[in-house]
């Protein structure tokens, strides 16, 4: 085997092992947890939703956006967050675990774990938010103040756990929330119709056990090559390796 072929074929098990080995990050929430947004940071309500076994619950939460620091990348590099790795912003995408202030979890990264319903409601956001301007796909990390941010994760949670678009009905409802959240709700919803989707590139869920699964913002290009690609690229440059392996043999 000559040098190249041997290069070649490193590249090529090198490339496998990259493409085995999905993309993580550490993350560190803010304590306050909704640090970084306006007061009123959050809005306290109940929700009620659908439980894995098929049943309901209820329970007491404060709705907002929450804030941390992302580091350990594996994967994925630091051009793909948004405001920066010291400036995380997120919501919750999991109703079934919990997430503390202060916390801090390893997450793994799913660049396609948005749901249609919840690009839909992002991209309704997006489109209320960028009246007058070009459209900003990352409108939706930035709300003016908690009550907004509030109602943006309620929406998210509608778009995960019901089928409609009514948060005081169906499958996920909410309840004892401020008139500043249910007016931008209602500003969201109604823009549905008239909006498209955010494209699911702009979009990354973090997922982990023990801990809430998180949505975030992702430029498009920051991540690493899709694996298909990586895996076309190790061919590639080992079939390259092989054809000058054979003519250096056939010119002996």
Same mark, same amino acid.
């Given at each position: 085997?000559? !040098?190249? @072929? ?19 990050? @550490?993350? !560190? ?12 940071? /959050? ?5 009620? /939703? ?19 620091? #992302?580091?350990?990348? &594996? ?10 790795? +010291?400036?995380? =912003? ?25 749901? #249609? ?7 309704? &956001? ?11 796909? /990352?409108?939706?990390? @930035?709300?003016? +103040? ?7 994760? %309620? ?5 995960? /756990? ?9 499958? =996920?409802?909410?309840?004892? %929330? ?12 109604? *823009?549905?119709?008239?909006? *498209?989707? %955010? +494209? ?7 997922? *982990? ?12 290009? *920051? ?11 190790? $061919?590639?440059? $080992? ?7 054979? !003519?250096?043999? %056939?010119?002996?």
């Amino acid at each position: 085997m000559n !040098k190249l @072929h041997r290069l070649a074929l490193a590249a090529s098990i090198a490339l496998g092992c990259s493409v085995a080995g999905a993309a993580s990050v @550490h993350v !560190k929430f803010d304590n306050p947890i909704f640090n970084g947004t306006p007061a009123p940071s /959050y809005d306290a309500v109940t929700i009620s /939703y659908p439980t894995l076994a098929g049943g309901s619950a209820s329970a007491s939460v404060a709705a907002g956006r929450f804030q941390g620091t #992302a580091s350990n990348l &594996v994967g994925i590099d630091a051009s793909a967050f948004v405001d920066g790795v +010291d400036d995380l =912003f997120m919501y919750c995408y999991d109703l079934y675990e919990t997430v503390s202030p202060g916390q801090e979890a390893d997450f793994t990264i799913n660049f396609d774990g948005a749901t #249609a319903r919840t690009l839909q409601f992002l991209g309704a &956001v997006n489109s209320v938010l960028s009246a007058g301007g070009p459209l900003d796909p /990352y409108a939706w990390l @930035h709300p003016i +103040d908690g009550l907004m941010g509030a109602a943006i994760q %309620l929406g998210i949670w509608e778009s995960r /756990y019901d089928s409609g678009w009514n948060i005081g009905s169906g499958a =996920f409802r909410a309840s004892g %929330l401020e008139a500043g959240t249910v007016g931008y709700l209602n500003s969201f919803f109604g *823009a549905l119709p008239g909006a *498209a989707p %955010l +494209d699911s590139r702009y979009v990354m869920t973090l997922e *982990a056990r023990g801990i809430q699964d998180m949505i975030t913002g992702d430029p498009p290009g *920051a991540d690493v090559p899709e694996p298909g690609t990586l895996l076309l690229a190790g $061919a590639a440059l $080992a079939a390259v390796a092989a054809r000058r392996r054979k !003519k250096a043999d %056939l010119a002996l």
